[in-house]
């Protein structure tokens, strides 16, 4: 099993519809992470967390919001999806300073 | 805040030829640096970081980066490309201050191996 889980790996939607991007890991961490990837602007961080009780924004988190749902468990939605959401969504998990472990990512098609 | 400008968006190359990828930051603070590697249709996986020591960092397939702090820069290279180095490289920085260790990305490189 990977060590970092995404679910769907693919997905399409309608403008307007309320979505949810899993993720999952066996790392063990405590740190998670949820960016975003567009051509040209790399990745952009969304949400993070530190721990189940600790929830942060990061450079472009409106029109999203997050769940810790367990140590193992982050989850992003999307309130209202809107075309320029469309995106390819990645997870990570961290132990501290180190780098990060990837998921294989969401592509998200907002129609 | 920190900031990471890869300076080439494509880099074309052919088989056997060295090649840069040019990565230059900026940051209040002291920083670990990082550069990943996005194959087609793939996650992100590190190939090599800097966290202190010597400047010079070798990472997995034959790559390698120098980190020079005056002029704020961590250029990844390697002496001779593969076919199955086409990929997209994304060069990130970390503080280590109190603020954790959010990871920054650059806008990527990509690179073409051509045969």
Redesign the interface.
């Known amino acids: 099993d990977a060590d ?1 889980t995404q679910t769907p790996r693919n997905r399409i939607t309608k403008t307007g519809k309320r979505i949810m991007l899993e993720c999952s890991q066996t790392k063990g961490h405590d ?1 998670m ?1 949820w ?1 975003r990837q567009d051509p ?6 969304i949400y ?1 967390s ?1 721990d189940v009780k600790d929830i942060n924004k ?1 450079e472009i988190s409106d029109g999203y919001s997050v769940s810790r749902q367990a140590q193992a468990k982050f989850s992003l939605s999307l309130e209202s999806a809107i075309p320029n959401q469309t995106a390819l969504y ?1 997870c ?1 998990t ?1 132990g ?5 472990t ?4 969401t592509r998200l098609t907002v129609v | 805040a920190q900031s ?1 400008t ?1 300076l080439d ?1 494509q880099v074309p190359v052919f088989e056997e030829a060295p090649v840069e990828l040019r990565c230059n930051y900026s940051s209040s603070v002291s920083v ?1 640096l ?1 550069w ?1 590697v996005q194959y087609p249709n ?5 190939l090599l ?1 800097y ?1 202190s020591g010597s400047t010079l960092v070798k990472g997995i397939n034959g790559f390698e980066a120098e980190f020079n702090k005056s002029q704020t820069s961590f250029h990844l290279r390697k002496p001779s490309v593969h076919i199955s180095d086409t990929a997209e490289y ?1 060069c990130a920085v ?1 503080d ?1 201050g109190a603020a ?9 490189t990509r690179v073409l191996v051509k045969p």
Request: proline share 0%; aromatic share 28%.
């Open positions: 970092v740190r992470y960016y040209g602007l790399g990745l952009r961080l993070y530190f990061g990645f990570a961290s501290g300073g180190y780098g990060y990837f998921g294989s990512g | 990471v890869q968006s670990y990082f990943y793939q996650g992100l996986q590190l970081k966290l994304f970390s280590y954790g260790n959010k990871l920054t990305f650059g806008g990527g």
